[in-house]
Antibody, heavy 123, light 106 residues
Framework: QLQLQESGPGLVKPSETLSLTCTVSGGSISSSSYYWGWIRQPPGKGLEWIGSIYYSGSTYYNPSLKSRVTISVDTSKNQFSLKLSSVTAADTAVYYC???????????????WGQGTLVTVSS | DIQMTQSPSSLSASVGDRVTITCRASQSISSYLNWYQQKPGKAPKLLIYAASSLQSGVPSRFSGSGSGTDFTLTISSLQPEDFATYYCQQSYSTPCFGPGTKVDIK
């Protein structure tokens, strides 16, 4: 059974870079059928897609965050990572990683999800 | 950009009730619509993909319908474990989630 686990600092200072890693177990990140994604959820609010990556390194990002986001993949470690630069308090959220099933270009969905990790931006 | 709305934003229901949640897209998204359930402190869980396909392991009391701009998630007989927040998500273009519908106990 595929499992995803987020890891990284729970506290980041304003203007610094948030860095998180998602470790995939129970399956290969190098499968041609999937992308891998990051989604976040500010406390008490809804879900916001951040970006997704293919095992080859191909990425696509939420236009609203694109200038600050970098997602990378390490197939040797079965991991993918998120970097979000110049963070502010508005970036405080639970960050989830998830597998993105790709049936067709438009027919795709997130399943399963990691448990999530809370990142607080504060000095 | 495609915007997603959901109605109602919250509802109160009793065990055994039939519950319907609506999701609307700002432009046609064909059937590229997914539904997730999220319980407090937990990650979202996929219920329905491609508007009407039930994810493996999800109880058959959950069903989805719709195409174009209007979609519904129906719970035929609400169970205690179904009290949660439900989100729709379009995959027609840049992934985007609806604001959520919270279902709580009446």
């Amino acid at each position: 059974q595929l499992q995803l686990q987020e890891s990284g600092p729970g506290l980041v200072k304003p203007s610094e870079t948030l860095s998180l890693t998602c470790t995939v177990s129970g399956g290969s990140i190098s499968s041609s059928s999937y992308y891998w994604g990051w989604i976040r959820q500010p406390p008490g609010k809804g879900l916001e897609w951040i970006g997704s990556i293919y095992y080859s390194g191909s990425t696509y990002y939420n236009p609203s965050l694109k200038s600050r986001v970098t997602i990378s993949v390490d197939t040797s470690k079965n991991q993918f990572s998120l970097k979000l630069s110049s963070v502010t308090a508005a970036d405080t959220a639970v960050y989830y990683c998830a597998r993105l099933w790709i049936y067709t270009m438009r027919e795709n969905w997130f399943d399963p999800w990691g448990q999530g990790t809370l990142v607080t931006v504060s000095s | 950009d495609i915007q997603m709305t959901q109605s109602p934003s919250s509802l109160s229901a009793s065990v055994g009730d039939r519950v319907t949640i609506t999701c609307r897209a700002s432009q046609s998204i064909s059937s590229y619509l997914n539904w997730y359930q999220q319980k407090p402190g937990k990650a979202p869980k996929l219920l329905i993909y491609a508007a009407s396909s039930l994810q493996s392991g999800v109880p058959s009391r959950f069903s989805g319908s719709g195409s174009g701009t209007d979609f519904t998630l129906t719970i035929s007989s609400l169970q205690p474990e179904d009290f949660a927040t439900y989100y729709c998500q379009q995959s027609y273009s840049t992934p985007c989630f609806g604001p959520g519908t919270k279902v709580d106990i009446k």
